[in-house]
């Protein structure tokens, strides 16, 4: 049986989500979204490059959720982006709305699926996919460390004028101002960043992995991110369509790991086909934990703000 992936959404990130899935042959693609028309177009234009960028798989696309029965792997990328000058925790009450009407239906169609939560803010609209689908702990997650590490992961390579193949990045805890850049987990073949560039210049490149959205966001003007967050996501669905178990920072629900407790927060996990399959503890320095948690208690606030 052909595995499957529904993208909910077909803005830019989900759209493109749903090209880089297509074209890589991972699976077969259902994209929805709300707009009449919006996504079965955008899959029709897609099928139609099939011949070109040599892919047998389908892409279907509609506004009724019946198409999201049989996913393996469900993207939920719905909600507002951000806009020049807002704050991920701006979008929290409007995409909660979204978020929560998505994932009812998305879990009635697809009861068995693994879920990717990509709208923001993320931790907490995790959260609330995990409450509102009675899904598994293993088989809901966000997607925001991999995207994180990946643009620390530029910055160091571009500051050090190696390749970014070469450098491997550590960002932990929420996707939001109070994310957790670990240089010294970070390094350029084995070697630590810490090694390679002065403590100023790791400070700066940390505000900037804090920033990367934002920034890009004031860029653009009237949108947000996207190539990179989709290839991020594809990093995720493919570990776990092919069961890799590739290890990936992504926020997850903890139960005691870093002295966490029923928060999702982004730690590195082994993601396979039964979705996280093992959370993995670094050793912490103080100040890296008391970052971590400081982190947390940010989504935790936003959590609170969400139930009251």
């Known amino acids: 049986m052909a595995r499957k992936v529904t993208v909910i959404g077909a803005g830019n990130v989900g759209a493109t989500t749903a090209q880089r899935i297509f074209e890589r042959e991972l699976a077969d ?3 929805v979204d709300i707009v009449p028309g919006l996504a079965a177009g955008k899959a029709l234009d897609m099928m139609e490059s099939a011949p070109v960028v040599r892919t047998d798989r389908c892409i279907v696309g509609s506004d009724d959720y019946e ?3 049989g996913s393996d792997v469900i993207v939920i990328t719905a909600g507002l982006p951000r806009k020049p000058g807002m704050s991920r925790e701006d979008l929290l009450q409007k995409n909660a709305e979204i978020v929560r009407s998505v994932v009812e239906k998305c879990a009635k169609q697809a009861p068995d ?3 990717i939560v990509v709208s923001n803010p993320l931790d907490v609209m995790t959260h609330l996919a995990y409450r509102v689908s009675g899904f598994d702990k293993r088989r809901v997650m966000g997607m925001a460390g991999v995207l994180d590490s990946a643009r620390f992961q530029y910055f160091i390579a571009d500051a050090l004028n190696v390749s970014v193949k070469d450098v491997s990045a550590v960002v932990l805890g929420g996707h939001g101002d109070q994310m957790v850049p670990l240089p010294r987990y970070s390094t350029v073949c084995g070697v630590p960043v810490t090694e390679l560039l002065p403590a100023d210049k790791i400070d700066e490149l940390i505000e900037r992995t804090r920033r990367a959205g934002a920034e890009i966001v004031e860029l653009l003007k009237t949108g947000s991110a996207y190539y990179a967050p989709s290839a991020a996501i594809l990093s995720m669905v493919e570990s776990i369509l092919l069961d890799a178990k590739r290890v990936q920072p992504v926020s997850v629900l903890l139960d005691g790991e870093y002295g966490i407790h029923g928060v999702f927060v982004g730690v590195p ?5 039964g979705g996280v399959e093992r ?4 050793e912490l320095t103080d100040s890296e934990l008391e970052l971590l ?3 947390v208690e940010s989504v935790r606030e936003n959590i609170k703000k969400l139930e009251s």
Not at 269 to 273: A, E, I
Not at 279 to 282: A, G, N, R, Y
């Open 293 to 295: 948690h400081k982190s």
């Open 279 to 282: 959370v993995i503890e670094l």
């Open 67 to 69: 198409i999201v029965s």
């Open 269 to 273: 996990v082994s993601l396979g086909k």
């Open 113 to 115: 699926a693994i879920m």
């Open 29 to 31: 693609v259902a994209l």
